[in-house]
Nanobody, 115 residues
């Protein structure tokens, strides 16, 4: 069983920054996609950013220019760098890894942006 452990969430003021990390219990990113999703209270979970094995990235329009996604540690860790945070970014952020037909989710980490 693969586990994804997320960290880096917290509370910040508008304009602040946070970096989320998602570490897999074993290297599994041989041919797949790692992504970050978020779910605000009362709303559906949505895709925020994704990165493929080849390094291709996707950033949602709502966070483009403020968030970046990257990998490290032989691609068993994925990061979400979040800059210039806005109150609308408040949500639980989830890491997801898809390898072949296997889908893994992290437990979620809370990000709160408030003055």
């Amino acid at each position: 069983q693969v586990q994804l452990v997320e960290s880096g969430g917290g509370s910040v003021q508008p304009g602040g920054s946070l970096r989320l990390s998602c570490a897999a219990s074993r290297s599994l990113f041989d041919n797949g996609i790692m992504s970050w999703h978020r779910q605000a209270p009362g709303k559906e979970r949505v895709l925020v950013a994704a990165i493929s094995t080849g390094g291709n990235t996707y950033i949602a329009d709502s966070v483009k220019g403020r968030f970046t996604i990257s990998t490290a540690n032989a691609k068993n860790t994925v990061y979400l760098q979040m800059n210039n945070l806005e109150p609308e970014d408040t949500a639980v952020y989830y890491c997801k890894v898809v390898v072949g037909t296997n889908i893994y989710w992290g437990q979620g980490t809370q990000v709160t942006v408030s003055s």
